[in-house]
């Protein structure tokens, strides 16, 4: 398939899931009813479906977009946005605010906000021991990201560890991710966001293609190495230090979607940015469809449902349609 | 003939070793200067400074006139194009799409997409280096020595005055040598680059080099024509092995004699 026709068919599956979501759900609202401007409907389809399905399109591209850069940056087809520490980073702000007990600060919570600067801490660490020593291999960057995620994990253990039962509950709770939001505050909050670290990328382009050629050979053509790599770092952390912010570590969209795309659209970044973006954002706002109805009318974590659909069709994915590798 | 580029005390040290230099070095413009030498002379430490891949520790090098450190990556580029020897196993990209990355160093962010020039420079780059027909073909489906035709392609696509390759014919069969031996004498004579070459093999640098760099522990051992140091003494003082000429004249042919 042409990478033209790919990302005009990925355009028709984010509209068609952008339209038909929002009327699935433990209440199947129909859109005669919203028309009509039934009161139950209508609140239920403008005041906490919409504003979901519109997180979950923003949230998953933002997933896609940052795992896109970073397997290209570390050339590791096992990067994903959490690689550098940045989930873990989030989750022990997050924990530590609900440790302390909650409050709420410009409409968003004081856990959203303590999570956002969890996640700038740690990635500030990582891209302040970059910037610290200049020709610092991408692999130690990699081996730094573990340890910080290590030492965050170990922090939030000890805080658990010294918690009661309901507040250790809502810590786990909050480490499974979620997308439950009423009202705009959060999808307004992640809108710049998303799109000024998707355009980033996407203004990258060139420089993220000559990176698959090689460091080296992307140097001799006069990439600069050491701005490129913080320009992505800078980019993708922004972008999921907000998300993690609103619904905390969502797995697994990061890592697969990526590797689905490159086999529709192919490597050129050019059309792999947009394809992330909207591939990304599909893909995240069907399996919360989902997890909205199978339990019904309980609902499953989101970030539950990725790894549940997402690892077995990623692995009939690796096995049965091995053609490109 | 006037001088391209000139290196003046150059030095690379990695802690207190000192790997290469210090060296001086004039290259010429529009000649082709191959650097020989044993593994761990510093060929590949002195291409990566003379291409400002390597901050050199010590010295000045000027390219035209210009002090290397007062340009940007992109200025670099766009004067010296690198062919590296080391490149990732996998390269997903297909052949014209790697070549059109040359175009790099020219187009500006700004821009959507390339210009009818950068098309046009692809074009001609794929023409010269002969490949025309694998143009739509993913790298990874082709031979080494296919494959290093796409590198030095992209390399030409960039059109830098200035053309430096290591090892190019490094783990290719001697048929592919050949090929590619011949690709780079049409190069030569075919285009006004101005080429310096890293090489193991000493009949490629007779073959192509107006001049030999014999480099040894960092330093220059002796520069002349393939004549001047392709001589048994010379080369055994460089690789300590023996050599014999098995033809003479201007350009050399040398075989390495395991039996001595």
Redesign the interface.
Known sequence: MRPRTALLLLLALWIATAVLTPLVGSQPVRLADVLRGDPTVTTIFWQIRLPRILLALLGGAALAVSGLGFQTLF?NALAEPYTLGISSGAALGAVLALRLQGGSFLGLSIVALASFSGALGATALIVGLALHRQGIQTSTLLLAGVAVSLSCSAIILFLQYLSDSTQTFRMVRWMMGGLSVVGYTEVLWLLPWVLGGSAALF?LR??L??L???E??A??????LARLRRLVLLATSLMIGALVAVAGPIGFVGLIVPHML?RLVG??HLFLVPACMLGGGAFLTLCDAVGRTVMAPAELPVGILTALLGGPFFLWLLVFRRR?? | MTVLLSARGLAWRAGARTILGPLDLDVLRGECLAVVGPNGAGKTTLLRCLTGLLEASGGEIAFDGRSLKSLSRRQIARRIAYVPQIRPARVPLKVAEIVLLGRYPHLSTLQLAPRKEDFAAVDEALRVVGIEELRGRPVDELSGGERQAVFIAAALAQEAELLVLDEPTLHLDARHQHDLAALLLRLKEGTDHTVVLATHDLNLASLLGDRLLALSAGKALATGTPAEILRPELLERLFRARFEIVRGGERPVTVLDLNA
Request: aromatic share 4%; no cysteine.
């Open positions: 050339r203004a060139w420089e293609n000559l698959l050629t090689g080296e050979l140097a001799s053509r006069g990439v600069d490159r490597h050129d490109d590798s």
